[in-house]
């Protein structure tokens, strides 16, 4: 107290003020660094192009000029960035609810009283989310290629149909199985760690009330859930909306995944693969935006629902 | 006053730098600032023996390896580079990236130094590195020539004969589904353009040309709708299976003969030793299936170079390597043995390191005698400045048409839309 009382009143005003920025220097010097910079480089090379001239092959008969706007139009009038998107879109329609269902299935099964097995079962429902999406996309790859696809030995053996995982047709839920094979441990862990942290009293109240464990996960447990079930929506969407990884790796084993299946896929194409860097960021931004706009808007639509008791 | 004493400064040093350069041209070494030093990026797997070997003999010029990832990651790498203006003085780079190379200013025109290498090449070959003009952008370092690759012992036993051309091919491949479905001549892969690009230079595709000062470009030519028809009618017919090649699932089918053949390049026994390995001893290769019975012509898949950076100090001294290392009896047969590459140079196609067969195939003592008959009638192509979006495009349109059923000449038509509307955008002038 004294210490405090001093340095008020002594005239180093300026230091004490000083003081916090010092600390908050490193984590605003990394966010400019490699968030800020990063975003306003992309939205400026969305804005170029390269205009070359002749036969391109002489010395400097290539630039980067200045493109206005013309690359957000030629990324907004390509179907095939529209048709990912509808495809990201439903994609995520099938997913969120499929892999939040079965977390909170099993999150519940986890905290009922007396369950066997319990800390094996947790650690092997989150295990998959250690494995890499890459590797986990590598790995049914196999499962799903007609030739390897133990699936496809059995129903041979059972002489019954030899459906083909990764066909037109079924490649979709073939993407949205690895996902949710990956995906549901880690919300599964997010809804269990919120539900330990529920007042057993509540439960015990309840029994004596005359709750059946059924009533208490869906009276007590799942109401008092809804802000972590509202933030792992919101992580699961935006995991959603960036799905590259597992059809990117997919994409070479069978010809129903095109180049541009998903938006990000379109992205790493114009990048790297046709060498658009200017296309590649303005598809970047609108991504980027379009995610903002759904993330922010699920929040504010379930903000007074979820956290009404906060206000 | 000052002026002229800049002026003296400048002229002394310059005449004293031209006098050490005359020097050392002339071999001998007066010069105290040690030896040229020269940075390469390869891919080639021992590529460092060569190196080595370079540096033992040749102290005057020191070469530097950085090892870098192959194929379409080095050209990104080197435009990054090149941006950065740190690019190193020599780059391998695949043929079909060399016109995106020189179209950014990366790589130089050395047909002044390099003139004289042409006379060791295949025409095809050479006019890969020269677009078809009187520059010279890189010195040829592999070679892919096609050939096919199928499965004696299954030939026989289903009582097939090797197709001499690509009618008694569609021929052969009805014949054995005829007899059994579960197996397919060969597939269609949607993810190999350089596969394809290979197939349509042999039937005479042209995809782009130099006509002055502007490109003409013709993906969508005769010679390659020849082909993508003939494709899409087997696999139609489903006498030609569809999957796409190098998945779990085609080396499976390597493996266990479920696939009978594999028109491929130089380099295919490498890939069945690695993928098929339980095949070994039972494939042969024959030239690929002909367009017009008794013609000789093949195409190349794959292959690559070694080009000098227009920012290099050294030029001379760069393509003096380049030249040396791609040429050189020696150092063309450490290639062969260390490197594992077929060698551009047809000299080094009959060098002592490729006297006997590939061990995969072990059973065709005249492999790479057979081989070298016929690299040397591989057809010569131009390729142009964004190949990245044809190839692209190729697998998309491609697979979409295997998927959808379409005509395999609509995807040839994407091909060159894409290819056009690609190149109009950024500026290039297109002769109609």
């Known amino acids: ?72 139009r030629a990324a907004l009038a390509d179907p095939t960035l529209l048709t990912g998107a509808l495809r990201v879109f439903g994609y995520g329609a099938l997913l969120v609810p499929v892999m939040l269902g079965l977390a909170l299935l099993f999150a519940l099964l986890l ?26 996309s590598l790995l049914w790859g196999f499962l799903y290629l007609p030739a390897t696809s133990p699936l496809n030995d059995t129903l041979d053996w059972l002489g019954g ?22 995906g549901v441990g880690f919300n599964m862990i997010v809804l269990f760690t919120a539900l330990r942290a529920i007042p057993p009293e509540l439960y015990e109240s309840a029994r004596i009330d005359g709750c059946s464990e059924l009533q208490i996960a869906w009276r007590i ?91 | 006053m000052r002026r002229s004493l800049g002026a003296k ?78 690019p190193p003085d020599l780059a391998q780079v695949e043929y079909q990236s060399l016109p995106t190379l020189v179209s950014n200013d990366v790589l130089a025109d050395i047909a002044d130094l390099a003139g004289d290498a042409q006379s060791a090449f295949a025409e095809g ?40 051309t690509w009618n008694e091919f569609a021929q052969t491949a009805r014949d054995l589904r005829a007899q059994t479905t579960d197996h397919y001549l060969t597939t269609f892969s949607a993810n190999d353009p350089g596969w394809f690009a290979g197939l349509a230079q042999q039937a005479g595709a042209a995809w782009w040309a130099i006509d002055g000062e502007a490109w003409r470009v013709t993906v969508d030519d005769p010679a390659t709708r020849q082909v993508a028809e003939f494709w899409g009618g087997l696999v139609t017919e489903d006498v030609v299976d569809d999957q796409p090649m190098y998945t779990p699932e085609w080396n499976q089918a390597l493996n ?43 195409g190349n898949w794959g292959g690559s170079s070694t080009g000098v950076t227009e920012k290099s100090p050294h030029r001379e001294a760069a393509v003096k390597f380049a030249t040396w290392m791609n040429t050189d009896p020696a150092a063309t047969e450490l290639l062969v043995r260390e490197s594992a590459i077929y060698p551009a140079a047809r000299d080094a196609q009959t060098g002592p390191a490729l006297a006997d067969p590939p061990a995969f195939f072990a ?57 056009v509307g690609d190149m109009r955008d950024n500026g290039f002038s297109i002769a109609e």
């Open chain 1, 1 to 72: 107290m004294p210490v405090a009382v001093r340095t008020r009143s002594g005239g180093r005003r300026g230091r004490r003020t000083a003081v916090p920025y010092v600390f908050l220097t490193p984590a605003v010097a990394l966010f400019v660094l490699t968030f800020l910079l990063p975003i306003g480089y992309a939205v400026y090379l969305s804005l170029r192009k390269v205009q070359v001239s002749g036969l391109g092959l002489g010395r400097g008969s290539r630039t980067e000029v200045f493109a206005g706007l013309a690359n957000y």
């Open chain 1, 111 to 136: 905290d009922r009283p007396r369950v066997g097995l319990q800390r094996v079962s947790r650690i092997a429902i989150f295990l998959p989310y250690a494995v890499p999406a890459v590797i986990a």
């Open chain 1, 161 to 182: 149909p030899q459906p083909d995982l990764l066909g037109t047709g079924t490649v979709f839920y073939a993407v949205v199985n690895i996902a949710l094979w990956g």
């Open chain 1, 221 to 311: 447990k799942i109401p008092l859930l809804t802000p972590a079930l509202v933030m792992t929506t919101v992580f699961t969407m935006i995991a959603t909306l960036q799905v590259f990884s597992e059809p990117m790796t997919l994409r070479p084993l069978t010809n129903s995944i095109s180049s541009t299946w998903t938006p990000l896929m379109k992205i790493y194409r114009d990048a790297f693969a046709t060498d658009d860097r200017y296309a590649a960021a303005a598809t970047s931004v609108i991504v980027a935006l379009v995610t903002l706009v759904l993330s922010f808007g699920f929040l504010r639509l379930v903000q007074r629902r979820a956290f009404g008791q906060e206000r």
């Open chain 2, 9 to 86: 400064i400048m002229v002394t040093t310059l005449a004293a730098s031209l006098a050490t350069s005359l020097v050392a041209a002339c071999g001998s070494d007066s010069g105290d600032d040690g030896p040229i030093e020269l940075t390469f990026w390869s891919w080639a797997p021992e590529i460092e023996q060569v190196v080595d070997a370079w540096n033992a003999d040749n102290p005057d010029i020191k070469v530097t390896l950085s090892k870098q990832a192959g194929g379409g990651d080095i050209v990104t790498k080197l435009l990054t580079a090149n941006q950065a203006g740190n």
């Open chain 2, 125 to 164: 070959v050479w006019q890969q590195v020269t677009l078809g003009t009187d520059a010279v952008y890189a010195i040829p370092q592999d070679a892919g020539p096609m050939m096919l690759y199928y499965r004696a012992d299954l030939f026989e036993q289903f009582g097939l004969t090797v197709p001499t």
């Open chain 2, 256 to 298: 266990d003969g479920t696939l009978l053949a594999w028109p491929s390049a130089i380099w295919g026994p490498g890939v069945l030793a690695g993928n098929a390995a339980d095949t070994e001893g039972r494939w042969e290769m024959a030239p690929l299936p002909q367009w017009t019975a008794g013609a000789n012509v093949t």
């Open chain 2, 363 to 419: 059973n065709q003592p005249d492999f790479y005698a057979l081989a070298q008959e016929i690299a040397d009638t591989a057809a010569g192509f131009t390729w142009g400045p964004n190949v990245n979006v044809t190839y692209q495009t190729y697998m998309d349109s491609f697979a979409a048409a295997i998927t959808d059923g379409t005509p395999f000449v609509d995807a040839v038509a994407a091909m060159q839309t894409a290819t």
